[in-house]
């Protein structure tokens, strides 16, 4: 297969990227398939050397990264191995503007430029994919070392990926089959100290030229994570002045969790040229939450408490590649089933599931993409067609979120021109979008689930950017874009206690559409020694879902209500790389953003803390059995920040323990690795230490925040071993 992934707004051109300032460790090695691809140049600029991961996307028309509108990174699976990412999150949180909503290390949710969940599209090999993403906690059902790169896309990406791509999109990218290898691959064995965490894996890839077949399977296995072990004075503490301290730390019970993830594909090339591929993946896990006190089913007194959920996701894609008529057509067919059961608050993992909640969904979608050449004095272009179908039953004896049906139909055209030193991408798209909840696939229905009406909304979206090379080295770029995301079934039609955010939810029927306003410019910098990329961004949101917090209680919990508003996000940027030798590479990254309600200019919940890393990588040239050396470390501070109203766990401000407004912090980490030969095969061995100093700390999008501390000191101990090839 090749490498076209995520038809990014270039789409239809083939787009050589790269991240900027932070995003690879600097042990990163390079993979079959990087070192495969060759790198296309800037003029006067050498990028065979310095620029990091290089990957290519989108297919006819070559360009360079810095000559595309969109502010793209990709970040390849060997940088997120080395570093010992184990979710989603903290794979791409080294990128300027992509941070991670963690709980544990089981969970990562992306935020990209201040939105996540349901407003950043998730794509698998360009195809959205669900994962009940409702809850403040809950996982991309994805596993990173099953990965071949991510490819990540900051703004509006409607006009290609319709609902939820309001914010931005991640494309998930599966290995590619080695066509013409009978055999190469990795295993993976790794160790982190925190949570005594094992993470072993295999993976490989090969080919007879014609058939081709690539195969994966991760075992991760976690106990609780640890904190630093401070003064807790819980229950409500003697004096005032320790009224904000958390109510755990040290080892902090039920954090664990369990995963086998696995990914299996066969491939066929034809005589024309024709590729053609079939891909199984499974994502199983079972894992427990902390809860807050007093959200179990015992006083606060009597110690913590958790409650288990059982996740399962499976995946089938039938895909296509085949040039007909001077187009190269990309049909794609696939089914993703995904079940999520969650036992009532208090009942941890360890004793089963319960029937609690219990929603499980099938979602069939058809995709036919179309990549031309130049016509009708374009450049060219991607031009497609896409269908969704979504049935969702919820069973259990909490409702939550109902059963019901969504639909999408949708039409795209995305084209490029290029105007002497001005490229110019625009894209236009139109979707149908229908919701319905249907008490007969809901167990004990709420009334506005018995009463329920289809919901439809008709949506046109649509970009225009535009990218400016001042120098052969320096370049401007400008979009704006307009984005959409459909209500879901959760937000229309919830009704039940959600015990992972210690509340009770309920929905309105009378939602409306989300759409926004992207306009987004930045500067960019590319040598052989300094790559540099500075953006400023606005975006207006129209009908903002947020859940409001009512001042009523249910069961001693807030009741929170879906309800909408006016609101916008502005923020700014910045990534730099530079060389001051041929061993030694210095990075500085750093963001803010600002999101307000228009009506009444209260912030936006989960928005980030303004942070600022600085970095340093060593590669000194080595001979012998110390081959390839390599080292880092990693300043990184992160602001003060104070909870939002309608934060997810805001009530631990006004409790008498713990806290969800967050004080500044300092984090070190550091990395170290090399790669010897050991009875002629190469091993990569590899150390990060996150949290050198064990700082006693809280992260602003750490959902544990308002009861305990964020996890101490993690030393993770990585092994690959390459094989065949």
């Known amino acids: 297969m090749s490498k076209c992934g995520l038809s990014l707004p270039a789409a239809g051109s083939c787009v050589v990227l ?30 065979t050397r310095g620029l990091g991961p290089i990957s290519v996307t989108g297919a006819p028309l070559p360009g360079s990264p810095l000559s595309q509108a969109a502010d793209v990174d990709v970040v390849e699976s060997d940088a997120i191995e080395a570093k010992g990412a184990t979710n989603l999150g903290e794979a791409l949180d080294d990128l300027a503007g992509v941070n991670s909503i963690s709980t544990g290390n089981s ?22 994919v669900d994962h ?106 003697p004096a005032e002045q320790f009224r904000d301290a958390p109510a755990y730390t040290g080892k902090l019970g039920y954090t664990d969790f369990n995963q086998v993830n696995g990914d299996f594909a066969l491939g066929y090339r034809d005589d024309d040229g024709g590729v053609w591929t079939a891909r199984y993946s499974r994502f199983n896990d079972e894992h427990n939450f902390l809860l807050p006190p007093p959200a179990g089913n015992l006083p606060p007194a ?69 990549q031309h050449g130049p016509v009708l004095g374009l450049d060219g272009g991607t031009v497609g067609i896409e269908y969704v179908t979504k049935d969702q039953e919820s069973r259990g004896t909490t409702q939550l979120s109902p059963g019901g049906t969504v639909d999408n139909a ?51 979206t649509g970009s225009l950017g535009g990218i400016y090379s ?34 009770f939810q309920v929905g309105d029927p009378n939602l409306e559409e989300e759409t926004s306003l992207n306009t987004d410019l930045s500067l960019r910098w590319a040598s052989e020694a300094l790559r540099a990329k500075a953006t400023v961004y606005r975006n207006a949101i129209d009908n903002y879902i947020f859940l409001r917090d009512t001042g009523e209680t249910m069961a001693g919990l807030p009741v929170l209500a879906n309800d909408q508003t006016d609101a916008r996000l502005i923020g700014a940027e910045l990534s730099i790389e530079a060389d001051v030798s041929d061993a030694v590479t210095l990075s500085l990254t750093g963001e803010t953003v600002d999101g307000e309600r228009r009506d009444n200019g209260d912030e936006l919940p989960l928005l980030p803390a303004d942070n600022v890393s600085l970095g340093a990588r060593f590669t000194p040239a080595s001979e012998g059995w110390l081959r390839d050396p390599r ?15 309608g934060e997810p766990f805001a009530q631990f401000d006004d409790a008498p323990f713990g806290s969800a407004s967050t004080d500044s912090y300092y984090l070190v980490d550091v990395g170290a690795g090399f790669s010897p030969q050991i009875a002629g095969q190469t091993v990569h061995l590899d150390v990060a230490i996150n949290n050198l100093l064990d700082e006693d700390y809280r992260g602003f999008l750490d959902t544990y925040k308002g009861y305990a501390l964020s996890p101490g000191r993690d030393i993770r101990l990585t092994a690959r071993v390459p094989f065949g090839g």
């Not at 992306?110 to 407003?119: A, F, K, N, Q």
């Not at 079940?339 to 009942?347: E, F, Q, V």
């Not at 625009?426 to 696939?441: C, F, P, Q, T, W």
């Open 302 to 370: 009597a110690g913590e408490e958790g409650v288990g959920q059982f996740i399962d996701n499976e995946q089938i894609e039938l895909a296509g590649e085949k040039e007909a008529g001077g187009i190269t057509w990309k049909p794609k067919l696939v089914w993703q089933n995904n079940r999520r059961r969650s036992n009532a608050p208090g009942t941890p993992r360890v004793a089963g599931f319960d029937n609690a909640i219990d929603i499980e969904f099938d979602q069939y979608t058809a995709r036919l993409e179309g």
């Open 631 to 645: 080292a880092s470390v990693k300043l990184s501070y992160y602001a003060s920040k104070d909870a939002a109203p």
């Open 470 to 503: 001042l120098t052969e080295r320096l370049s401007v770029a400008a979009n704006v874009g307009r984005g959409f995301r459909a209500p879901s079934l959760f937000e229309l039609y919830a009704a039940g206690q959600h015990g992972g955010v210690a509340a």
């Open 107 to 128: 969970v990562g949710k992306p935020v990209i430029r201040g939105l996540s969940g349901e407003r950043i599209k998730l794509l698998s090999d360009g195809v959205g």
């Open 18 to 47: 790269l991240t900027l300032g932070g995003f690879a460790p600097a042990w990163s090695q390079p993979s079959s398939a990087s070192e495969a691809a060759q790198p296309l140049s800037l003029a006067g600029v050498d990028d």
């Open 410 to 460: 949708a039409i795209f055209a995305f084209e490029e021109k290029g105007i002497g030193d001005l490229l110019l991408q625009a894209g236009l798209r139109y979707d149908h979008h229908e919701v319905e909840g249907k008490a007969s696939k809901t167990a004990n229905p709420s009334p506005s689930v018995v009463d329920a009406d289809k919901q439809s909304y008709d949506v046109v």
């Open 132 to 237: 009940q993403q409702f809850g403040v906690r809950h996982m991309p059902t994805v596993d990173t070392f099953l990965l071949d790169r991510v490819e990540v896309v900051r703004g509006a990406s409607s006009v290609l990926y319709g609902s939820s791509a309001l914010g931005g999109a991640i494309n998930l990218l599966p290995p590619e089959i080695a066509w013409d290898t009978p055999v190469e691959g990795e295993t993976l064995t790794r160790y982190s100290t925190n949570n005594d965490q094992w993470d072993t894996g295999i993976k490989a890839t090969g080919g007879n030229g014609r058939f081709g077949y690539s195969a994966g399977i991760i075992r991760r296995s976690a106990g609780d994570i640890e904190t630093p072990d401070e003064p807790t004075y819980f229950p409500p503490p």
